[in-house]
């Protein structure tokens, strides 16, 4: 298990890594160059963290089930429903604290640039008290106008919070479908993508188009059109019972991942049209699901394992993936859109591909660290919160 979460630790570094590099562009990418549709499928990362979300939450529930069993290693309905009480607190506990410090920190960086110095900052919050107690309560994705507008990409937090929920119920479903038959679980992720596809028709339908699954809108954010790419991780984790990423062959694993990794990119460039990104969520969460198998297989055929530097800091990077999520709009907006409100201050251009190529390390460095002290703190909440629940 251990070889296994170092590989999870490697898959989410690349996911934080993808997401800097999207949203370092907002302020500098200002033509439409061959490399601009490329660097926005950063925003995939995403993608990558529900995925690895899915698989890693099977382990923190194997832990914490194994309080509440009974003495023949199973749960009743009551244990089952106090676990997954216990569980939802602990992921609430887990995300709240530091969701609710960077959202205040927005909110005055907000009122100090709009309201005091007159100056546009990097990213301007939806300020109503209904969207900021949403937000909260970690209910915005639910609704359309307080999804996404009130804490820099806090629709990933508000989606992964809901299936967070649906979690205990997953386990469960994937938990009988095992036992009765192995092979059975296989038609989960499929199962959800359908019915997904049938949800987003409806709602298009019913709103007459009002709401479409076109990229960065509401029905691509909801939680629904994330959840068969959050199950494919716990597809794997069953799998991983009999030892499925050892077993398969690394060419094999490696071929599928390159081919849908392909396929996805392909499918990203190409005009938003006939429901698309009711699909993709889940095309490149298979493409990830494949590359995880392909990183555990060599985690667990190698013996002794080799360090090097820069697997060694994408494991920190994704060991302290959240907390970098939380801080990294503070050089991704903040600082880069300064700094290019500085260059063109008196009416002089830049080369934006050369500025943005030249950043980007300094500014993965630059969220590394803030991100190391921001999990400080919320490890030190934790810590305090713990005892608690």
């Known amino acids: ?13 690349i996911g934080i890594l993808m997401i800097i590099m999207v949203h370092n562009r907002h302020f500098i ?73 960077i959202l205040c920190i927005n909110y005055l960086l907000n009122v100090l640039f709009m309201d005091l110095l007159d100056h546009s900052p990097g990213f301007i919050i939806n300020r109503k008290p209904a969207a900021i107690i949403t937000n909260l309560l970690f209910l915005h994705g639910f609704f359309p106008d307080c999804i996404n507008n009130v804490f820099p990409g806090g629709w990933y ?20 479908l095992y036992a009765l038959k192995r092979p059975l679980i296989l038609a989960i992720p499929i199962i959800l993508l359908i019915l997904n596809g049938v949800f987003v028709r409806h709602m298009t339908k019913v709103t007459q188009y009002e709401l479409y699954p076109y990229n960065n809108s509401f029905l691509y954010y909801f939680f629904a059109n994330q959840l068969p790419c959050f199950s494919l991780g716990i597809l794997l984790y069953f799998q991983e019972k009999t030892d499925f990423s050892y077993k398969c062959p ?17 499918l990203y460039l190409i005009p938003e049209q006939n429901f698309l990104y009711s699909v993709l969520p889940s095309l490149v969460g298979f493409s990830f699901y494949w590359l995880a198998v392909s990183f555990i297989h060599v985690e667990l055929h190698t013996k002794k394992h080799a360090k090097h530097i820069f697997t060694e800091f994408l494991a920190s990077c994704g060991k302290n993936s959240y907390g970098m999520y939380l801080v990294h709009a503070f050089i991704s907006w903040y600082a880069i859109k300064d700094l290019t409100w500085f260059l063109t201050l008196k009416g002089y251009d830049y080369p934006d591909l050369a500025l943005y190529l030249i950043l980007y390390i300094p500014s993965v460095l630059a969220i590394y660290g803030l991100g190391l002290c921001m999990k400080r703190i919320l490890d030190g909440i934790d810590k305090k919160l713990r005892p608690c629940v």
Request: aromatic residues 14%.
């Open 157 to 176: 937090i508000g989606t992964t919070f809901i299936l967070y929920a649906l979690f205990p119920l997953l386990m469960f479903l994937f938990e009988k």
């Open 29 to 101: 990418m200002k033509d439409m160059s061959g490399l601009r549709p490329l660097i926005n499928y950063g925003q995939m990362g995403c993608q990558l963290f529900f995925f690895v979300s899915g698989m890693a939450l099977c382990y923190s529930w194997e832990h914490l089930a194994s309080k509440y069993q009974n003495s023949f290693g199973t749960l009743t309905l009551k244990q089952r429903a106090s676990c997954s009480g216990q569980f939802l607190l602990r992921r609430y506990l887990r995300l709240a604290p530091g969701f609710i410090i």
């Open 250 to 266: 690394l060419p094999v694993s490696a071929a599928l991942f390159a081919v849908t990794c392909y396929s996805s990119i392909r």
């Open 1 to 13: 298990m251990k070889k296994q979460l170092n590989a999870l630790n490697l898959l989410k570094g």
